[in-house]
């Protein structure tokens, strides 16, 4: 009994002490003959006294039952709080009389770690129950076990009602099957990586959400669960959109201004020839001319209309005829020439062919596809340089190659020169609507548009259908599926 | 318009606008009125031009292929700081901030929007009218 780290006391009926061992000795710092004989409320630190302990030691000497494991708190003042767990036994005491022993434990150090660990657990789930993330975790086969507030809020399924069902069967098609398939490879996954599967909601929609996965093991590295944290993406695609419509305002704003300007030239040449007609009557050249100004100016203004509708509504091209391309060439360089840099060569460089190089296309789009490269070919070298025109025949297509012997395009702007808006000026002359617009007419023809460029310049190489009266027979061939 | 009502025109008259069909109606207007005019298609044409060869008056469009109008208007102003210069826009509103406020501070002596009237052209050049002649 000495070692025994529990206090132990064997009381009479009378409650008196017959026994203690050396662990209660020591604690109540007693000694043996000055505890023997008394009383038990003699001997007992007042601070227990407020615990009816005597009534219920009498109760187990009277009906025989052990009091098991109950509690009793010792307050003093100046001492911290001490918690005891205790047990009342009956005992029959040497000479037939009846008996208890108590046997008294200090618990409050346990209670206390007890309480640590709640609170922890407590500080744990309410981590993830405050998380703005989606936080589900899945046993090795994908079945939900837990499912935080968040997830709740954003499907709107409670967690009763997703518990045991397939994370799976929670993401929309066709992805769940991917969703399966992680989960059949789960000891391969990579945590680091990122997944975006939507994610069904109750009102049938579904929602972006990006998912990582991690693997929970055990001691021994067998998977016993998984860890599915998601985050939702429908604010920070809401904000991307909105960052979108903006930059597509800004940009249509350029647009428009150019607009303005490329639509009032023509009008203002218009009206102003309309309004020098008045004193040109006797003159009937003059005459003539002024009205030949006002008709050009109007049709100056059409054109700039028809290929903005082209370019808001690109439709195939239907009513084509038999194009010279080299005259389209010669056509668009007149045109653009006023916007060379001093400086600034032209080399040809045409096939030496008998006949003609005849596209199948409508010529005044034909033209401004190459008033639109010529007139980049010339804001690429605002110091003068080299300006390239090819033309020559190959098979099925008729190619133009313009050159220039500019800086080049940036690699990070090739995939962007095509795109409505996309411009390298830095001023708002150009809408960054030339290239866009040409690629959109040359496609409509059914042709292609490439670009090669380097430090030393960049050429455009536009391939346009052959007409189809060329006289060989090579578009007829083509459009038939027969080779030539 | 009556002949009586023009005052002396000045002799030679600067036309600077990339757009040739522009440049042909101002000078069409201009001749009409016994202006002599040479017009240029750039805002560096319009330099070297003033510097041989000094011009009471210039038309300048807002948007050159090599410079913006403005810029061209504040060299031409380095260069002939008597010069008359009218500034011509198709880019144009009414509460364009930047063309009022040019106005405003005189950096230009006036301003045409296109389409304008020819009226307007002969009364930028012979003085009459304020010069900020839009319709």
């Keep these: ?484 | 318009m009556t002949a009586s009502a023009i005052p002396p025109v000045p002799e030679t008259v600067l036309v600077v606008d990339d757009d040739q069909d522009m440049c042909w109606v101002l000078e069409l207007a201009l001749v009409g009125i016994g202006c002599a005019v040479t017009t240029v298609g750039s805002a560096r044409r319009a330099i070297s031009s003033v510097t041989e060869h000094p011009f009471p008056i210039a038309f300048v469009d807002a948007r050159l292929p090599d410079m913006d109008g403005l810029r061209l208007i504040e060299e031409l102003r380095r260069l002939q700081p008597a010069m008359r210069i009218i500034l011509i826009s198709g880019y144009y509103i009414e509460d364009d901030m930047r063309i009022s406020e040019a106005v405003r501070a005189c950096e230009i002596d006036g301003f045409l929007a296109k389409p304008f009237q020819v009226s307007a052209v002969v009364a930028a050049v012979t003085g009459m009218g304020n010069g900020h002649c839009h319709p």
């Excluded at chain 1, 409320?41 to 009091?67: N, S």
């Excluded at chain 1, 000479?95 to 046997?103: C, E, W």
């Excluded at chain 1, 994908?142 to 069967?169: H, I, L, P, Q």
């Excluded at chain 1, 490269?373 to 080299?386: D, E, K, T, Y």
Aim: net charge negative; glycine share 10%.
């Design chain 1, 1 to 484: 009994m000495a070692t025994i780290p529990s206090s132990i006391l064997i009381l009479d009926e009378r409650l008196s002490i017959v026994s203690v061992n050396h662990n209660f000795l020591e604690k109540s710092r007693a000694s043996l003959s000055s505890t023997l004989g008394r009383r038990l409320h003699d001997i007992f630190p007042a601070a227990f006294q407020d615990t009816a302990l005597d009534q219920k030691i009498r109760e187990v000497i009277v009906t025989g039952k052990t009091l098991h494991r109950q509690r009793m708190t010792y307050r003093a003042p100046g001492v911290s709080l001490r918690i005891y767990s205790y047990s009342i036994c009956p005992l029959q005491l040497q000479g037939g009389s009846r008996g208890a022993i108590l046997v008294m434990d200090d618990v409050t150090d346990l209670l206390q770690l007890g309480d640590e660990v709640r609170r922890m657990q407590l500080h744990l789930a309410s981590i993830v129950e405050s998380a703005g993330d989606l936080i589900i975790s899945t046993d090795p086969n994908g079945a939900v076990m837990t499912w935080n507030s968040a997830a709740a809020k954003s499907t709107g399924y409670s967690d009763v009602e997703v518990r045991g069902a397939k994370f799976a069967d929670r993401i929309d098609e066709p992805q769940n099957n991917e969703v399966e398939a992680c989960f059949h490879r789960i000891a391969e996954i990579d945590d680091r990586r990122s997944v975006e599967w939507p994610m069904k909601c109750r009102d049938g929609e579904s929602i972006p959400v990006s998912w990582r996965l991690s693997r929970m093991t055990d001691h021994l590295g067998d998977v016993t669960g998984v860890v599915v944290v998601g985050r939702n993406l429908v604010e920070q695609r809401a904000m991307e959109a909105q960052i979108r419509q903006g930059e597509k305002l800004a940009a249509l704003g350029m647009v428009i201004g150019g607009i303005a300007h490329e639509i009032r030239n023509p009008l203002g040449v218009s009206s102003a020839a309309a309004q020098l007609m008045k004193d040109r009557m006797r003159s009937p050249a003059l005459l003539e001319e002024c009205i030949g100004r006002v008709i050009g100016g109007i049709d100056r203004a059409s054109l700039i209309v028809e290929s903005l509708l082209r370019f808001a509504r690109p439709g195939p091209i239907k009513e084509t005829t038999t194009v010279n391309v080299v005259d389209v060439l010669k056509n668009a360089l007149m045109l653009a020439s006023g916007e060379a840099a001093a400086g600034t060569e032209v080399d040809w460089n045409l096939q030496r062919a008998v006949e003609p190089l005849n596209a199948e296309g409508v010529q005044n789009l034909l033209e401004l596809v190459v008033i639109n490269l010529i007139l980049n070919a010339f804001q690429a070298m605002p110091n003068g340089g080299r300006l390239t025109i090819g033309c020559w025949g190959d098979g099925g297509s008729v190619v133009i190659e313009i050159g220039d012997t500019g800086p080049g395009i940036p690699q990070a702007h090739v995939s962007k020169i095509f795109d409505p808006f996309f411009t390298m000026r830095s001023d708002s002359r150009r809408s960054g609507l030339g290239l866009s617009v040409s690629h959109s007419i040359v496609r409509q023809h059914g042709g292609s548009v490439d670009v090669r460029t380097s430090p030393k310049g960049t050429t455009f190489v536009v391939r346009l259908p052959v007409a189809r009266d060329s006289g060989d027979g090579t578009a007829d061939a083509i459009e038939e599926g027969v080779p030539s």
